[in-house]
């Protein structure tokens, strides 16, 4: 069993690990997970999330070779004052790649949607993002650090891989400031395509403290290198921007 820090159980699981003959069985079948006892969920969230979640698990072989599947289910989470009303998450994995077969989650009334597939050595990915009208308080769990009071509303139809990026993001009113109060952004709405190297910027504007900016055109990116996720080589070959 997993339990929280009060003693109360959060999962179970029936199975065996054997040392001996390397040999590893573990199932979790129908279990219905409170989030709101989760520890790190309700830090994360400030307590302001409650349901159910379906989980199944299996993990089964060996310590050198083993295979591992997940299904998360849901129809009814409240984050905030939104509704997540569907979720439906399916991962399979082995020693050398794990594959989210899909991510599907119905949050306030919109759908988002996520699949792709990851391997360990050499490190390669894939995966593709969409969803419309996505409802961006959730970034408070995720940015808390830095930003608060963050709302607005964005469409995104993302592909993205270790070697490069595509699709589309649009923010619509969207809101911010940083945790010391130096910026505070509002009205936010912007619109860019992403195709190969270059990256097309339409009717950007909003209002940062007290003045007003808005922005649009066009930057040649001449090498974008991605690295477990994260950017670490970006260069502008040429911009045409009106600012």
């Known amino acids: 069993d997993i339990l929280t820090q009060n003693k109360e159980k959060i999962v179970s699981a029936v199975g065996f690990i054997n040392f001996e003959n390397d040999k590893i069985n573990i199932e979790i079948k129908d279990y219905n997970i409170d989030v709101s006892k989760i520890e ?10 409650n349901g159910n979640l379906n989980l199944n698990f299996s993990l089964n072989g060996s310590f050198s070779d083993f ?5 998360l289910k849901s129809e009814g989470i ?18 050398e790649e794990i594959l989210l077969k899909k991510a599907d989650i119905n949050y ?5 949607y996520a699949g792709g597939k990851l391997k360990y050595t050499p490190f390669l990915y894939e995966f593709n ?15 808390k650090d830095k930003l608060k009071n963050i709302f607005g509303q964005a469409d ?3 592909n993205i891989s270790n070697s490069e990026a595509m699709g589309s993001l649009k923010l619509r009113n ?13 009205n936010l709405n912007v619109s860019t395509i992403l195709e190969q190297n270059k990256l ?35 260069k502008a070959e040429s911009w045409n921007l009106n600012v």
Request: glycine fraction near 8%; charged fraction near 25%.
């Open 40 to 49: 790190y969920i309700k830090t994360q969230t400030n307590n302001s999330i």
């Open 174 to 186: 969207v809101n911010f400031e940083s945790q010391d109060g130096s910026i505070n952004i509002k």
């Open 156 to 158: 995104i139809n993302l």
């Open 108 to 112: 306030g009334g919109n759908r988002f």
């Open 78 to 95: 409240k984050l905030f004052d939104n509704e997540i009303n569907g979720i439906d998450i399916e991962i399979e994995g082995n020693k």
């Open 67 to 71: 295979n591992y599947s997940s299904k």
């Open 129 to 143: 993002l969409n969803g419309s009208n996505i409802d961006l308080k959730f970034l408070n769990i995720f940015a």
């Open 200 to 234: 097309k910027i339409f009717e950007s504007s909003g209002d940062i403290n007290e003045g007003k900016v808005s922005c649009s055109g066009e930057i040649i990116l001449s090498s974008i290198q991605l690295d477990k996720f994260k950017i670490n080589n970006f």
